[in-house]
């Protein structure tokens, strides 16, 4: 088995479902983006370095392409291949003959008109020879009358229950960090495609939890974004290594993102979650707020006045929900390899 990882949250996912399949040889290749590749080694995965994440805006264009060519000449020899999101590994799969299983939750063409380049990126996501994804996903992102869909099946829950189920709460955890008690913030991502807006919210929130006496674990992006938290000392602790996200949302008091996965992660354990995405949410994220599971906002005001209203009760986890996920995720996987490989 082959399985690519792209992005800070995939070694989670794939270390969990892994420990859940039958015995195979496994081999992992990563992209050189944030702490991917530094989770993965944290996990014992090892993964071989494929290419890396674009920053330049002029060169962007080119990564996806640039990194499937890479991936079509240098990816193990496999019987089927793993992926999350990730285009590259399936063309680079169809490329040598290797059928492969896909999981994505993004589904974000399904709201926003005009997002050529995503809309382009659903299709070929639905070229892979399965795809997984939750129940409340809008299947049609991934079909076309030029590119069909593939077989796409679909689980009750979230991406994120799996990494959730099958990590272990590290009760020493706070002790690299100044404080005991905190909140976790995480930017937007706004030079992603499907974003409009322009501007942070992380000025204001930071500002209105230093005022309130709230400690922060701050996690930039690495854009430009570091610089928010040079003002506020002590009270906005920026980690000079990667730390497991898992980890900082099972002992914080909330977790905040500009994005989806954080939000999520902290959600399914049960915890409170924000999220000020600044766009149209995803069909999971939509869920979420309906359940009352995720607190969704662009204002500042209302997102800390949220955040400090939070009881101690309302922040115990509860990881029941997120197992029986775990396991209908792991089962149905087992049962693909299985097609592939008839």
Same mark, same amino acid.
């Given at each position: ?8 949250? !995939? ?11 039958? /015995? ?57 291949? @793993? ?34 380049? =995503?809309? @382009? ?38 991406? =994120? /229950? ?43 929130? @930071? ?26 000392? /002590? ?15 099972? !002992? ?12 999520? =992660? ?15 949410? @995803? ?7 309906? =359940? ?51």
């Amino acid at each position: 088995m082959w399985v690519d990882l792209v992005s800070p949250s !995939h070694p989670f996912f794939f270390d969990a479902l892994l420990k859940r399949l039958p /015995d195979v040889d496994v081999t992992a290749t990563a992209r050189q983006k944030t702490e991917t590749v530094t989770i993965a080694n944290s996990l014992g995965i090892r993964p071989r370095v494929v290419g890396q994440d674009l920053q330049h805006p002029a060169l962007r264009p080119f990564g996806i392409p640039l990194r499937t060519a890479q991936l079509a000449a240098r990816a193990p020899k496999c019987d089927v291949s @793993l992926s999350s999101r990730n285009v590259m590994c399936i063309l680079a799969s169809k490329a040598r003959g290797v059928p492969s299983i896909h999981f994505t939750d993004n589904d974000v063409t399904a709201y926003i008109d005009g997002l050529t380049q =995503e809309e @382009l990126y659903h299709r070929l996501e639905g070229t892979a020879t399965y795809n997984v994804v939750p129940e409340s996903f809008r299947q049609a992102t991934l079909a076309s009358e030029v590119l069909p869909s593939s077989q796409v099946f679909t689980y009750d829950g979230y991406k =994120e /229950d799996v990494s959730v189920a099958a990590f272990d709460p590290d009760p020493t955890f706070t002790d690299r960090l100044p404080f005991e008690e905190f909140v976790v913030v995480r930017p937007e991502a706004l030079t992603a495609s499907y974003v409009a807006e322009t501007d942070s919210l992380i000025p204001d929130l @930071l500002a209105g939890f230093a005022s309130a006496g709230v400690n922060v674990v701050y996690l930039p992006r690495g854009r430009g974004d570091e610089s928010y938290a040079d003002e506020y000392g /002590d009270a906005v602790f920026v980690p000079d290594d990667p730390l497991d996200g898992l980890q900082l949302a099972w !002992h914080a008091t909330c977790v905040l993102t500009g994005s989806g996965t954080m939000a999520r =992660e902290a959600a399914c354990m049960g915890k409170p979650a924000v999220s000020f995405f600044p766009h149209s949410l @995803l069909s999971v994220d939509r869920k979420m707020v309906e =359940e009352g599971r995720v607190y969704h906002s662009r204002d500042p005001d209302a997102i800390l006045d949220y955040v400090v209203s939070l009881t101690p009760r309302r922040i115990e986890p509860d990881r029941s929900r997120s197992k029986d996920t775990y396991e209908d995720v792991a089962d149905l996987t087992e049962d693909l390899i299985r097609r592939c490989l008839d």
